[in-house]
T-cell receptor
């Protein structure tokens, strides 16, 4: 199984502070994704990466930036956290083997107060 | 823009019942479709993936079908158990290089 870990698992931060969430994979899959999950909205794509230093925006990218300097790590940064960014954040990878699809991390619960 | 809809949003059934969860999508040109399960407070667990060239996939008591021409997929759960209680999410990958688009899920409760 593709290993994927997210850190931290929980975080409380204050409005206006920068926050960085980390996603780490143990294999070398090319595609990685950040989604947020909110009641009533389901899972929405924030940003994704298709290789080292190659990233693209999703439907809810405003206020977020990402970086991928190594294949195994994909970082999501909230540049100046707002209460509307209180959410559960999930990282996912697309397994580079036909028929396997996506694997998700356990999520980061972020609260902005 | 691909949109994915799951109806109903919630479903409650007695233990032992066979049930069908529905997923519809607006653009029939898809790469694949994946069903996930999510337990409260947890991440997503992949259940089944159907490639665009396939009609169905089976795993244990689960069977997922795909009808691209009508923009529909169903997840059939046989002999439901209380342990099947969870939210079931359907997601479509529009093309080989585009990310998954999710439905909002169906919350299933199986009552003992």
């Amino acid at each position: 199984d593709a290993g994927i870990t997210q850190s931290p698992r929980h975080k409380v931060t204050e409005t206006g502070t920068p926050v960085t969430l980390r996603c780490h994979q143990t294999e070398n899959h090319r595609y990685m994704y950040w989604y947020r999950q909110d009641p009533g909205h389901g899972l929405r794509l924030i940003h994704y990466s298709y290789g080292v230093k190659d990233t693209d925006k999703g439907e809810v990218s405003d206020g977020y930036s990402v970086s991928r300097s190594k294949t195994e790590d994909f970082l999501l940064t909230l540049e100046s956290a707002t209460s509307s960014q209180t959410s559960v954040y999930f990282c996912a990878i697309r397994v580079d083997r036909t028929g396997y699809g996506y694997t998700f991390g356990s999520g980061t619960r972020l609260t902005v107060v | 823009k691909q949109e994915v809809t799951q109806i109903p949003a919630a479903l409650s059934v007695p233990e032992g019942e066979n049930l069908v969860l529905n997923c519809s999508f607006t653009d029939s040109a898809i790469y694949n479709l994946q069903w996930f399960r999510q337990d409260p407070g947890k991440g997503l667990t992949s259940l089944l993936l159907i490639q665009s060239s396939q009609r169905e996939q089976t795993s244990g008591r689960l069977n997922a079908s795909l009808d691209k021409s009508s923009g529909r997929s169903t997840l059939y759960i046989a002999a439901s158990q209380p342990g099947d209680s969870a939210t079931y999410l359907c997601a479509v990958q529009p093309s080989g290089n585009t990310p998954l688009v999710f439905g909002k899920g169906t919350r299933l409760s199986v009552i003992a």
